[in-house]
């Protein structure tokens, strides 16, 4: 079982940017999915992106499509979630995740979290 520990979240107007990281520990094995979500509270868990170790094949939320930017490093140790022109209902606690999803932006697929990092855009 791997450990996930995010970070990178802050406030910022609407229009900025930021940049999430996870970093990544004691995953070996298969190539796997790696996720963001995010979640506000009394709301479900939302899949903002995804990427595929084996191929770096990504996924976005139409959303966030155009918008955001999910990376990850070729050793797979760091996963990056750049945002750009982020606007107020982007607000939430992001999460990392890692797993073997069929679906890849349904959080009910993935088995690894970490513990969230608050992410604030004022208007």
């Known amino acids: 079982q791997g450990r996930l520990q995010e970070s990178g979240g802050g406030s910022v107007q609407a229009g900025g940017s930021l940049r999430l990281s996870c970093a990544a520990s004691?995953?070996?094995?298969?190539?796997?999915?790696m996720a963001w979500f995010r979640q506000i509270a009394g709301k479900e868990r939302e899949g903002v992106a995804a990427?595929?170790?084996?191929?770096?094949?990504?996924f976005y939320a139409a959303s966030v499509q155009g918008r955001f930017f999910i990376s990850q490093d070729n050793s797979m140790r760091t996963l990056n979630l750049q945002m750009n022109r982020l606007k107020p209902e982007d607000t939430g606690i992001y999460y990392c995740?890692?797993?073997?999803?069929?679906?890849?932006?349904?959080?009910?697929?993935?088995?690894?979290w970490g513990q969230g990092t608050l992410v604030t855009v004022s208007s």
């Open positions: 990427i595929y170790g084996a191929d770096s094949s990504t």
């Open positions: 995740a890692a797993g073997h999803p069929n679906l890849v932006l349904d959080y009910r697929q993935y088995t690894n």
């Open positions: 004691g995953y070996t094995g298969s190539p796997y999915h």
